[in-house]
């Protein structure tokens, strides 16, 4: 019996003692030293996204000055043309026809000046002589003065005639991508027919892009601008203008803010801003959707922190605040843009707040931790 006693007292006391040092283990748990950034606050600009359309820098309709059946076409449909290039030829018999009678009229009228002239060279001695009476002189002179009319009429009929006949050859009036013939050959073109236009001749070295706003929408941008200035005044309006295509990717060429359309379109109360991108490949066309991201208006104060300090997860994001008394708070935010290395917070954190930046996956609301601080990233350039 006393070697049992002896046994569960020693059992009793090891037991005890294993008790105790998971205690004292339990108290003596370091708290831990982790990493946090100050909240900061800086007048940045706000990163808007618009979709627009695409547009030529200018449209040129090739329209026939002339009526009459189209002889030929010389360029290929969708290619770049340039000034001064032949394109129509259209049936120039009926012109010629005219500047022949055209000619036949002005020999005709110089003909007459020739018989008025010398009847007036007759009858002006005549009637000083009162040979003739005053109204047959007066009859000569105003005989002269209809022959002279009828000549310049004449003259001005054949320039007529001719310049209609130039007209029946139609060369390219500016460089461009010409579309898609109206009309095929052997058509009647020109006014007055159904095929008043021929062609489009598209100049896209550079290319507009037109963004619809809703008015309320674009009140709210200029309102953003610091600047005292009238409202179509809007230089600089938008700043840092990248556009992104139908396929996801990046545009390589920057855009500039060119204008604001003077009216809102009755239909959608919407302004239309343009902007201007170079398009040197011509690697853009008329008519594609395109989205535009760009900064707006002046500068507003963003709180930013460090974007590894944010956890974002199904959807939710959040940060860990630490308060005065160095205990970690679980807090909601509502994300903006991105700069450079550091995110914006829209709602949700007020600047001069301490938020950790690692072991996020560790730490839980409520916990005490040592803050160990650390600077903040000077680098605010916009992704």
């Known amino acids: 019996m006393k070697i049992y006693a002896i046994v569960i007292a020693g059992a009793a006391a090891l037991l005890g003692a294993t008790a105790c040092g998971h205690k004292a283990s339990r108290t003596q748990v370091p708290v831990p030293h982790i990493a946090v950034a100050e909240a900061h606050k800086r ?4 990163r808007m996204q618009f979709v627009g359309q695409t547009y030529s820098l200018s449209d040129v309709t090739i329209q026939p000055r002339v009526s009459g059946y189209l002889l030929s076409t010389h360029y290929e449909q969708g290619m770049p043309v340039k000034k001064g290039q032949l394109l129509f030829r259209i049936d120039p ?3 010629q026809v005219k500047v022949t009678q055209a000619e036949a009229a002005l020999a005709a009228a110089r003909s007459q000046l020739v018989e008025a002239q010398n009847n007036y060279n007759r009858s002006v001695p005549l009637a000083r002589i009162n040979a003739i009476s005053q109204s047959a002189l007066d009859q000569a002179t105003a005989a002269l003065a209809s ?5 310049r009429s004449a003259q001005a009929a054949l320039r007529s005639a001719n310049l209609d006949l130039s007209y029946t050859t139609i060369y390219a009036p500016a460089d461009g991508v010409i579309g898609e013939t109206v009309g095929s050959v052997g058509d009647y073109v020109g006014p007055g027919t159904n095929n008043t236009v021929l062609n489009t001749i598209s100049n896209i070295d550079s290319i507009y892009v037109h963004i619809s706003i809703p008015t309320t929408k ?4 200029v309102q953003r601008d610091s600047l005292d200035r009238p409202l179509y005044d809007n230089a600089g309006l938008l700043t840092d203008v990248d556009m992104i295509l139908a396929d996801g990717t990046l545009y390589p060429y920057k855009g500039e803010y060119k204008f604001t359309e003077r009216a809102v379109d009755t239909r959608t109360g919407a302004v239309v801003i343009r902007v201007l991108f170079p398009n040197p490949e011509r690697y853009l066309g008329p008519g594609q959707y395109v989205k535009v991201n760009a900064n707006v208006g002046g500068g507003t104060g963003t709180v930013l922190v460090p974007q590894r300090s944010v956890v974002q997860s199904q959807g939710v994001n959040s940060v860990y605040v630490v308060g005065k008394d160095s205990t970690v708070e679980y807090r909601k935010v509502e994300l903006g843009d991105t700069y450079g290395s550091e995110w914006g917070i829209v709602e949700g954190l007020r600047p001069g707040e301490w938020v950790l930046t690692e072991g996020l996956l560790k730490v839980r609301s409520g ?3 040592v803050p160990e601080p ?7 350039a916009h992704k």
């Open 367 to 369: 916990m005490k931790i």
């Open 93 to 95: 018999n009926p012109m």
């Open 147 to 151: 022959a002279k009319a009828n000549l």
């Open 374 to 380: 650390i600077a903040a990233s000077d680098s605010v």
């Open 43 to 46: 007048e940045l600009p706000t």
């Open 218 to 221: 674009y009140l709210s941008i």
